[in-house]
Nanobody
Framework: QVQLVESGGGLVQAGGSLRLSCAAS????????MGWFRQAPGKEREFVVG????????LHADSVKGRFIISRDNAKNTVYLQMNSLKPEDTAVYYC?????????????????WGQGTQVTVSS
């Protein structure tokens, strides 16, 4: 079992920044990829960004390339999402996800544990 707890969400103006954190406990964190997904009201959950077990490889959705940065600290069992140049269309509940393997993928079927989500609201 893996428990994931996100934090850092909130309200920010367009153009601003937020940093999300996801603390993991349970199964060996450092062996698995981690990902961030989001779900806006009335829309399906979508992949945002993923990171491999070591932090040396990342995968981004086109909509966040150049703006969002994922990182991890395996000593702290924590993954981070630095979100810059935020836009109103980034408004969503953001979910942290634990990978089934060591590599990141965009499909949610490649993730087996999920956090409860944290709300990010970007005002125009």
């Amino acid at each position: 079992q893996v428990q994931l707890v996100e934090s850092g969400g909130g309200l920010v103006q367009a153009g601003g920044s937020l940093r999300l954190s996801c603390a993991a406990s349970g199964r060996t964190f450092s062996s698995y990829a981690m990902g961030w997904f989001r779900q806006a009201p009335g829309k399906e959950r979508e992949f945002v960004v993923g990171i491999n077990w070591s932090g040396g490889r990342t995968l981004h959705a086109d909509s966040v390339k150049g703006r969002f940065i994922i990182s991890r600290d395996n000593a702290k069992n924590t993954v981070y999402l630095q979100m810059n140049s935020l836009k109103p269309e980034d408004t969503a509940v953001y979910y942290c996800a634990h990978g089934r393997t060591s590599l990141p993928y965009s499909s949610d079927s490649n993730y087996d544990y999920w956090g409860q989500g944290t709300q990010v609201t970007v005002s125009s």
